[in-house]
């Protein structure tokens, strides 16, 4: 007789936990007893509310990504569900297609993580699981057999793809970006594959740049200085109106001005909420100031990191306003309910897309520049240290919460500040500048958001922070 596997024992002992969006770990803990847990924890956890017989599956061009998806198609079968396997596509492309089907759907993707960690995204089939459904997988007592090390090949269905490029190709004209010369910086992501053959179809004249067969990880948050120089290099040597490029799953864009200065997520974020007339937004904590003193909307809602919380607001705004919607500090944009854009209908996509936001930025006649000059001057820098223990970061925020005055005199601030403990901690200055400090949800990380009506002022405050804290000097 087959061993038999209790979900929530198996997940308890695996070292895999939610973060800000989905299960992450180490590849090495991504067993597949571990994944099969995970997976029929998942469909235990919603089958009460939805009716569905079929599971949609994609991943990311991680290395240990298909193996994770077979053990989840493994589990899922085990539970009389057939499986419908998208290969490797955009997380958003993955989240539409099946909430079209009705259908609940896992993303196999650690992101924008390191290269030794993977992960799992959940999607019901009205989209992204909630903070109450991860709770259910990781008490779920649903039983499994253990898995063998023979699992079976999938069978690749690209429709996922399709779906997700007529998505946009029905929305814009075939000459939308006619005349246009878009850099499409490819790298490992997962939407590498789509992105060039959709700018085309829109009339872009299309360059592909940077294209890698070892995984990259992305961050959007945080570029990397040799990131910063290829958008440079490149936007000078092509002549690019603009460059487009994602994290490792597609969910997060990366756009780069005619100068070849990546644009801020939210920077971008706003600007498409502007262009889109969204009434409404919900947006995390970290988010730009700017976002506000536009005065563009009629009612911003400030949440906690993570897409589940900025989507947990939907609800409460659809009640009010006709339009509404959210991005992140990453850029990742959610719309939170179907819109009309040129006449032309568009539906809600509660979870992070990365094209969205790049094509209707694309797609105005001023160049991105111009369109950032019409905003507040505040600017936003970002960082992170890597390798630092969550716990370390929850105890320097615990001190940081009774008085951060000894930092921010090491800083060259003196006088009293206000503090938000939304999520981590954000300090916010007499003169308006703005120190974020909170532990990454994703991985062992401490992030570092500064804002300043002054870029390298931002740039200089978030590197003079983190390099306090790594030297211990508070």
């Known amino acids: 007789m087959d061993s038999q596997l209790v979900c929530s024992e198996v997940i308890a002992k695996s070292g895999i936990a939610f973060g800000t969006s989905g299960a992450r770990g180490l590849v090495k803990d991504f067993t597949s007893d571990v994944n099969a847990a995970f997976a029929l924890a998942f469909i235990s956890a919603i089958d009460s509310e939805f009716t569905f017989d079929t599971v949609a599956i994609a991943i990311d061009n991680r290395p240990s990504s298909y193996a994770i998806a077979q053990a989840c198609a493994e589990a899922v079968k085990q539970h009389k569900l057939n499986v419908v396997y998208y290969g490797v596509t955009p997380t958003p492309a993955l989240a539409y297609k099946a909430m079209q089907d009705n259908m609940p759907c896992i993303m196999v993707t650690g992101s924008h993580i390191p290269f030794d960690r993977n992960g799992l995204k959940f999607y019901r089939p009205d989209g992204e699981i909630t903070k109450a459904d991860e709770q259910a997988i990781i008490t779920s007592k649903a039983v499994f057999n253990a898995l063998s090390e023979n699992l079976a090949e999938l069978v690749l269905d690209t429709t996922a793809s399709e779906f997700y490029i007529k998505r946009y190709t029905s929305l814009f004209n075939a000459d939308t970006l006619k005349g246009k010369k878009i850099g499409i910086y490819e790298h490992s992501s997962a939407g590498r594959d789509i992105y060039k053959s959709l700018f085309e179809q829109l009339g872009a004249d299309v360059v592909s740049l940077g294209r890698s067969n070892e995984f990259v990880p992305i961050d959007t948050e945080a570029v990397s200085d040799e990131d910063k120089q290829r958008a440079l290099d490149w936007s000078k040597e092509y002549g ?235």
């Open 240 to 474: 690019f109106d603009a460059i487009f490029s994602t994290d490792g799953d597609g969910d997060r864009p990366l756009v780069a001005d005619e100068n070849g200065n990546w644009l801020r997520g939210d920077i971008l974020g706003l600007l498409c909420s502007q262009l889109l007339n969204i009434e409404a937004l919900a947006v995390p904590v970290s988010c730009n100031t700017a976002i506000e003193k536009t005065k563009s909307f009629k009612e911003v809602k400030r949440t906690k990191i993570g897409s589940p919380y900025v989507i947990a607001e939907f609800a409460n705004l659809a009640k009010h306003y006709a339009s509404v919607a959210g991005f992140e500090a990453n850029g990742g944009y959610l719309l939170g309910s179907d819109i009309n854009f040129n006449g032309k209908p568009l539906k809600a996509l509660p979870t992070r897309d990365a094209l969205l936001p790049a094509l209707i930025l694309l797609s105005q006649q001023k160049g991105i520049s111009k369109l950032l000059d019409n905003l507040p001057q505040r600017f936003t820098a970002s960082d992170r240290l890597q390798n630092f223990s969550r716990a370390r970061s929850l105890s320097l925020l615990t001190e940081l919460k009774g008085d951060a005055s000894v930092l921010l005199s090491k800083l060259g601030f003196e006088g009293s500040y206000g503090i938000d403990t939304t999520d981590g901690l954000r300090i916010t200055l007499n003169s308006g500048d703005v120190i974020h400090l909170r532990s990454s949800g994703n991985a062992p990380e401490l992030r570092c958001y500064v804002e300043t009506d002054n870029f390298s002022s931002s740039e200089c405050l978030a590197n003079k922070t983190l390099n306090l804290i790594v030297k211990h000097e508070m």
